[in-house]
């Protein structure tokens, strides 16, 4: 079974403090990663897609990094304003386009 | 920057009654789709819609649920006797080739 498991559930940073967020999956065959921020009551906010072994993507704070069984999201002097839950999804081979989500980092930055 | 927009934001129902959640995707995009987050709980896939047509259904879109596209820009979901565990937050999402899906702000829906 194809499976998107995050690490750690919760992080509180102080700001300017890095720190990378974990995901590992067991897929049958990866099509795609995707890194999504979500706010409360709101819905994901798309950050980056990676698609093979090697891959890295930047924006602002932000780096995503992806290998053959796991991905960072690496945050780099994050700022209070950072503070979310990150998640991460992975879209199979042979699944349609369909997105199977980890739980998800709650991630808090602190002044 | 072009949204999904969704519509209500909140929708309280009685159990047993039947409702229909609003999507506007954006509008060059192909690919539709209705996730659901139950509070505390992953974001869980319901279906994906390509072409008129459902392309792929999760275990959870069972008889009581339907999708249609009406017309050129809606996209909506059909609950038709609401169960108590069908409150949660439901997200429309939309996308164009293989870019990251765009979501909308969720319509909450609590059963009671």
């Known amino acids: 079974e194809d499976q998107v498991t995050q690490s750690p559930e919760a992080l509180r940073l102080q700001e300017g403090e890095s720190s990378s967020l974990n995901c590992s999956y067991t897929?049958?065959?990866?099509?795609?990663l995707f890194w999504y921020r979500q706010d409360p009551g709101k819905g994901p906010e798309f950050l980056f897609t990676?698609?093979?072994a090697g891959e890295e993507k930047e924006k602002e704070r932000l780096k995503a990094t992806l290998t053959k069984k796991e991905s960072f999201l690496h945050i780099t002097a994050p700022k209070p304003e950072d503070s979310a839950t990150y998640l991460c999804?992975?879209?199979?081979?042979?699944?349609?386009?369909?997105?199977?989500f980890g739980a998800g980092t709650r991630l808090a930055v602190h002044p | 920057e072009p949204e999904v927009t969704q519509t209500p934001s909140h929708q309280v129902t009685q159990m047993g009654q039947e409702v229909i959640l609003r999507c506007v995707p954006i509008?060059?995009?192909?690919?539709f789709y209705w996730y659901r987050q139950i509070l505390g709980q992953k974001v869980e896939f319901l279906v994906s819609?390509?072409?008129?047509?459902?392309?792929?259904k999760s275990e959870i879109f069972d008889d009581q649920f339907s999708v249609e596209r009406p017309d050129g820009s809606n996209f909506t979901l059909k609950i038709r006797s609401t169960k108590l565990e069908d409150s949660a937050m439901y997200f429309c999402?939309?996308?164009?080739?293989?870019?990251?899906?765009?979501f909308g702000s969720g319509t909450r829906l609590t059963v009671v």
């Open positions: 990676l698609y093979s």
């Open positions: 897929v049958s065959g990866l099509r795609g």
């Open positions: 999804a992975v879209q199979v081979s042979g699944g349609y386009n369909k997105l199977i």
């Open positions: 819609f390509y072409n008129n047509e459902i392309s792929e």
């Open positions: 999402a939309s996308q164009q080739g293989n870019y990251g899906y765009t």
């Open positions: 509008s060059n995009h192909l690919y």
